[in-house]
């Protein structure tokens, strides 16, 4: 329970990651904020020293969180450490330092040597573990001419594996089909929306199965209520389209009713909220690796307490999905 691997690749990591978009602190696509508001430093290195303390081994970010500042606070975070994690992040957010402001995407084989340099560089490594297309939408042919860039660097010792952080099981099935090094596919997944056509896709070419926003944005940590209003300068409080757990900055009403009816659940056992949400991703798909973001010690703490737990039983899973309505 306490370990799975990525797949084919036979990497080894924690059954629990931590994503660390939002220690990336604020970054901008004009008005619009990418970022989850100001961060403190000194308290993500502490989080991050908590999280290896506890067993985590595996943090996955992108170079473009904060404008590359999530990768640099990860790399004083695991300085000393680094042979004892998987590093994941990303490629195809383009932006500005010194702003904070994001660019349009680029996902062309030019880019690819340039990005991962300057993430090594950024992360304080001579390799990533695993390095993943963040172009959800980009059409199939295009990514598929990025397979022999891709491969070539594997061949070089600078990244060895990769993968696409995606939703579309038809990208999934053939980036995997086409590269031997591709070994993951990260997918939208939480007990309240998925992308659940991708997981047979990971089962077939034998891919790991990264669970990108596990704990629905933050809605499924507990703090929020029909009530709440999120500052201006997170993307949960400014909502862009596919922000769906939010609308104007308060929880969706939607998914909060979706909540209500499966929090007797996810809580039982002594579990809390977020233990619980965790919990059922573990039981869904054995496959899963979730990355719960976080900023604080505590946060960290809570989430690594659901490995204690470990997942749902088959009855319990049974019971959510019927109140999910999908049993």
Not at 131 to 141: A, F, K, R, S
Not at 291 to 312: C, D, K, M, S, W
């Amino acid at each position: 329970m306490k370990t799975r691997f990525l797949g084919r690749s036979g990497i080894e990591v924690s059954a629990l990651g931590m994503g660390c978009w939002a220690i990336g602190g604020p970054f901008w696509g004009g008005d619009q904020p990418y970022g989850w508001g100001e961060v403190d430093d000194e308290e993500s290195v502490r989080a991050v020293h908590r999280a290896l303390d506890l067993g985590v081994t595996f943090f996955d970010t992108a170079n473009v969180y904060g404008a590359g500042h999530s990768e640099r606070v990860l790399a004083r975070a695991l300085a000393g450490s680094r042979d004892e994690v998987v590093i994941a992040t990303k490629f195809g957010g383009t932006f500005d330092e010194s702003t904070r402001q994001t660019g349009p995407q680029d996902g062309s084989p030019a880019v690819v040597g340039r990005s991962v340099r300057e993430s090594l560089r950024r992360l304080g490594t001579d390799h990533i573990d695993l390095y993943q297309l963040h172009i959800n939408e980009l059409p199939i042919p295009d990514a598929l001419e990025l397979v022999p860039v891709l491969e070539d660097l594997v061949a070089q010792g600078l990244i060895r594996a990769y993968g696409w952080s995606t939703d579309n099981p038809e990208s999934a099935d053939a980036f995997a089909a086409a590269g031997q090094h591709c070994t993951a596919i990260q997918a939208d997944l939480s007990v309240l929306r998925g992308s659940f056509e991708v997981l047979p896709v990971a089962e077939r070419h034998d891919l790991g199965v990264i669970a990108r926003g596990p704990l629905a944005m933050g809605l499924l940590g507990g703090r929020y209520t029909a009530d709440s209003v999120l500052p201006r300068d997170d993307v949960r409080g400014l909502s862009p389209e596919w922000m769906t757990y939010f609308t104007d900055g308060r929880p969706t009403p939607e998914f909060l009713t979706r909540l209500d009816g499966i929090r007797d659940v996810l809580t039982s056992g002594g579990r809390t909220l977020a233990q619980g949400a965790l919990a059922w991703v573990w039981a869904y798909d054995p496959r899963t690796v979730p990355i719960p973001g976080f900023r604080t010690v505590a946060q960290v703490e809570e989430n690594v307490g659901a490995l204690a737990h470990g997942p749902l039983t088959p009855s319990e899973l049974a019971d959510v999905e019927k109140l999910m309505g999908r049993g």
